[in-house]
């Protein structure tokens, strides 16, 4: 679904100045700028998806599969990791007619194992607006106060990358707080020039007190030539 993020010069050339502010609003005003450029991310992840045409691709944090379905247009293969077990149902209905993407029930992350998932604290009243913001991350603002709603199985990223005997072609994240943790063991590994580009969500503005590391993640990125990265999906 196409997203409304249209702004005038004037307002991006705004957010780019006071994304620099401290605290809270430096961190409103960074989301704003992302949002800002959402067309020409966009644009970028067309040519992405056109550029590996014919390799494998990989969706993390599927939810119900609206890029999951894109990805299968142009990939030979595409895994779709989704955690949240409510959602994965929803999510293999949606990708029933795809036979290139497998669903995988389980939360990506820097190491294989289990963990607790929390979902948003108004999920109860509207499933279907807030199946995006499960997450791992307990003290997540959108979800911080809430009891765990279940235990998934968690799968290393790198981990599964070298299970596979393939390159990939296109990367897309959008785990909710987990790709501090994900990105850094990646960037750590000996795996990354067998991955073509990567555009992941950052999550700064539910988790303030962690902006520190999303800087520095931001700074490794910068110094990655393969994969291309791209820290400003939506």
Known sequence: MEKNYDVSTF???????????????????????????????????????????????????????????????????????????????????????????????????????????????????????????????????LVAGTEAAATVKTVSFVDFIRSLDTDIGVVKMDIEGSEIEVLDALFDSDILDRIGYVFCETHETELPHLAGRYRDLRARAKLIARPVVNLDWH
Do not use: C, M
């Open 11 to 141: 307002k991006k050339v705004k957010y780019n100045l006071l994304q620099f502010l401290p605290g809270r609003k430096g961190l409103y005003y960074q989301r704003k700028v992302r949002r800002a450029n959402y067309h020409k991310t966009q644009a970028e992840f067309t040519a992405a998806l056109e550029a590996t045409r014919g390799q494998v691709a990989i969706d993390l944090g599927a939810n119900v599969g609206e890029f999951s379905t894109r990805l299968a247009e142009t990939a030979s293969r595409v895994y779709a990791f989704e955690p949240d077990p409510v959602t994965a149902d929803v999510l293999r209905k949606n990708v029933a007619g795809h036979a290139n993407i497998e669903v995988i029930e389980a939360a990506i992350s820097d190491q294989s194992g289990t963990s607790q998932i929390f979902r948003a604290r108004d999920y109860s009243s509207n499933p279907e607006e807030w199946w995006q913001a499960s997450s791992l991350i307990a003290d997540s603002a």
